[in-house]
């Protein structure tokens, strides 16, 4: 069945450095990618989603690259703030209704 | 914005009981979601619905049920709880099947089963 997959569980950023995370896919028909944020007590927050005729997209302070050669996602965060500290999911959308989603990239961000 | 809102943040029940876990939209979305998440093991899908009174089975579906009445309120039931039923819960909603627009969460509820 298919998977996704985030590559790393933690990641510790500087403030104000750029923070890249990224995410791996294996089923080829999924066509639409979102990039969630979620904080302690809440639940997921939608960041930033791309369908698979793009290959990147931007939005405040963020942008998705998403190669369909390799079924890689990422997600960059630009001048990362403390706000910014939280658990980032990407999901896969491979039929009308369900998503599929990874376990998670908490991030860190140090002052 | 759309808002999904779910009943309680935090809920204790034992063993047996049978726990009822609410949800409600307030943007007329077809398409509504339970799902649990568990530590190392992400988001899985329990049911959704894409309309009033119609429900599929996610990818596990066991030990629960769900109902949806009116469109706005999608109810996850728990027919008799079990402590591997103790997780978060996550309502989720979006607008129609198919389209490219995000499912959208409520809070959560914390649920304990002692």
């Known amino acids: 069945g298919e998977s996704v997959g985030l590559h790393l569980p933690t990641l510790s950023v500087q403030e104000g450095d750029n923070s890249i995370i990224n995410c791996a896919y294996s089923?080829?028909?999924?066509?639409?990618f979102i990039w969630y944020k979620q904080e302690s007590g809440k639940g997921p927050q939608f960041i930033i989603d791309?369908?698979?005729?793009?290959d990147k997209r931007q939005g405040q302070r963020v942008t998705v690259l998403l190669n369909k050669t390799v079924k890689h996602l990422s997600l960059q965060i630009a001048a990362t703030q403390p706000g910014d500290s939280a658990v980032y999911f990407c999901a896969e959308r491979s039929n009308d209704y369900k998503l599929s989603f990874g376990a998670g990239t908490t991030v860190t961000v140090r002052a | 914005d759309v808002k999904v809102t779910q009943s309680s943040r935090y809920l204790v029940k034992r063993t047996g009981e049978k726990v009822f876990l609410e949800c409600v939209q307030d943007?007329?979305?077809?398409?509504m979601f339970w799902y649990r998440q568990d530590p190392g093991l992400g988001l899985r899908l329990i049911y959704f619905?894409?309309?009033?009174?119609?429900?599929e089975k996610g990818d596990i579906p066991e030990g629960y049920s769900v109902s949806r009445e009116k469109k706005e309120r999608f109810s996850l039931i728990l027919e008799s709880a079990s402590t591997n039923q103790t997780s978060m819960y996550l309502c989720?909603?979006?607008?129609?099947?198919?389209?490219?627009?995000?499912?959208?969460f409520g809070d959560g509820t914390r649920l304990s089963i002692l």
């Open positions: 619905s894409y309309d009033v009174k119609m429900k």
């Open positions: 791309i369908r698979s005729n793009m």
């Open positions: 089923n080829s028909a999924s066509d639409y």
């Open positions: 989720a909603s979006t607008i129609f099947r198919g389209n490219n627009q995000p499912q959208h």
């Open positions: 943007m007329d979305h077809e398409n």
